[in-house]
């Protein structure tokens, strides 16, 4: 008998590599962060002997969920401002909110909520792009879960650096204390095209190159940003970053609403990555990503839930569940986006896009146990035919009941073990009464 | 003091008629079935005194939300197939599996674990289509659900009924006895007009006058029943119908993804109703309803999750998310379906479509008491700046925490009041064991 540290045992595991594969009462062998073996149930007890073991019987295990394009620090804005387009909400709610309140105490408890509403439904890992990195990463790595961490660049002044040079001098110190977060990596994050000049974008065309970590940028999000940057560049907002070389497979083009057949090619040819964030480009109206012809382009496409302010949650299951319903209606094609490829967008596509697909996305031998366990047997999920499309189209986030990151459980039976939940929502509580909520309620009272 | 049956006291009350209207610290009191006042907190203890109170610190009231379609007695199709075409998934999946099981208990014990879906997701009235609508029918009562029952008619022969004759003598005959069903009213229900002839359409026109009753008909669900309507009959569905006078205040045109100036113009001259179902849509690829150039002809539209079968839920609140955010994108207008209306097409409008609207729908004074309690208090609901919001864009199923019809409770702090939940569970589980899952997993085992 070998000594080990965890085995979970469940109805259903389905380790989404390889594809379409669903086992039965199978084990998951844990020791030392990470998988051992993956085994029928029967056979594990007679191999291996552990030392915590769970036995879930109406669950499916799946690779925990990585949500690609975040801003957890905003978690205290969730419902600041709705039914808004894009640029107004921006400029008018969103930034001006900033201004006031952003600093790292405000990010910290945003993130820290944020961190439990993504615990709580089954994320493990979160690619995140925000003023005041420091304190998510921090919040994070605290919470046990795992980020790529966004060192945001953008032409105008915040709360958190005033000048470009200023968000270089600091994305890069923070950058040199990430060896202290072994949950943490980093990626560079200009905010956007029409926000960030071309002397700051080369600069981080180089250094993503130098570091080797991704470049995460909003990307034709909306109609508008294509014509201004063709009159102001001559150039597609893409083949302006394409100039500058940051078309290759470190750039992960978040939204990507507005893409031409040239556009397709060229995120194609050169192995690009595109960040779909249905609910959130629904919400503020920004347009329809073709997930379809993406896919048939051999693009390799993941998902985001975007922040709370414009989703307005981080619920990876329920972005499965839009993706997969909505990029059958804009393909007009039922087969688009099974639910077999929305639970890829979300996993192992996603660490591919992270570039650690060697580590984590699947239920595979010799990566990290980053596991999510769903409870099946509820009123809403019943009967189970396929338990891949029971996931994506009829379970929920409440239904997630177990969430490990590294081997570590950071939830037991929808209990917290990293976080003092009270504590946190208290700390939001009085960031809200601070914030003046009356102003941003339009209704009337009676 | 006046003694009154229960008071029900709540953070906030979103009565939904008048308008735009959040009711701060208020209480609604109930008597006999009816909403017998609604007064500030402070007030009702000093007026009146009550068998039976509710505090709800942290949540909101709504009225009881409506579905306006279902096929509740689908329930046990959950899953069956997934990401098929609307005409494929019928005529090769769903259809044989009907006639294969399709009975008066398959229905029953289907429709039961409906109910258990709807009242747990804050549904407290439906509208259902379907065989065997004696079974819905006793169900709905039999937990305490309000329900209009559709006499469903079609040209093809089912387990339910041989002949169209069949059909009308079995739903009229059906209808008689609906005197006995206090919470149950009658519609007429033609399954398609690509599946209901023109005869049976006139005497169905001719009866719904006669009995004063809606008609449901899926229209226009996708676009393939246009030109093949044009080439049988010279002319579209709706304008077919309109020529049998089906084209008026009692019609509830249900999916109408496919809409010309003229049938706007059409439906909104004739007073008739749509019914959108967002979800289903999607997940057939039908199309996609323009609901905003709808809202802006004036017509009443109403909600619907269409069955699990191509949704996979009965969650009218995931529906009114999916509604607002996709009217968004679709007219490209950020303002389209604001949170507020979203919550009218599950309510007001949907009691207007079923012609009760003088009973229910909103949280008046002299309405029935059929109310759903929202408990906002979650880490992904919080902070809540304006209730209507949070309930729309942030809040989920599981935070339906009190769920009351006609003053009766079915649901008590997420505990069932009026059903057998293991038993109703355990009953589904013996038919899918019947009915041999196997064939339909279409993923492979390990």
Partial sequence: MEHIDEIISSRWIVPVV???TILHDYALVIHQGKILDLLPQADATKKYQCRQSYHLQEHVLIPGLINSHTHAGMNLLRGYADDKPLMDWLQNYIWPAEQKWGCDEFVADGSLLAAAEMIQSGTTCFNDMYFFPEA???IAQNTGLRATIGLIVVDFPSNW??????????GLQLYDTFGQYPLINASFAPHAPYTVSDEPLKRIAALSHELNIPVNIHLHETLDEIPQSQQQYGLRPLERLDKMGLVNPSLMAIHMTQLNANDIALLADKGAHVVHCPESNMKLASGFCPVAKLVDAGINITLGTDS???NNDL???????????????VSGNAESVPAEYALRMATINAARALGMDSTIGSLEIGKQADITAIDLNNIATQPVYNPIATIVYSSRAEHVSHVWVNGQILLNNREFCTIDIESA???GQIWFDRMNPEKSIPATQI
């Avoid at 650096?161 to 600091?170: D, G, L, R």
């Avoid at 619920?315 to 209606?329: F, H, T, V």
Wanted: glycine share 2%; no cysteine.
């Fill in 18 to 20: 390889p594809d379409q």
């Fill in 161 to 170: 650096a005033s000048t470009t040079e200023e968000y270089f001098e600091k």
């Fill in 136 to 138: 998510t990463a921090r």
């Fill in 308 to 310: 709370v302010a414009s």
């Fill in 315 to 329: 619920d990876m299951i329920g972005e499965m569940r839009s993706a997969a319903l909505l990029a059958k209606n």
């Fill in 425 to 427: 929502i208290k700390k």
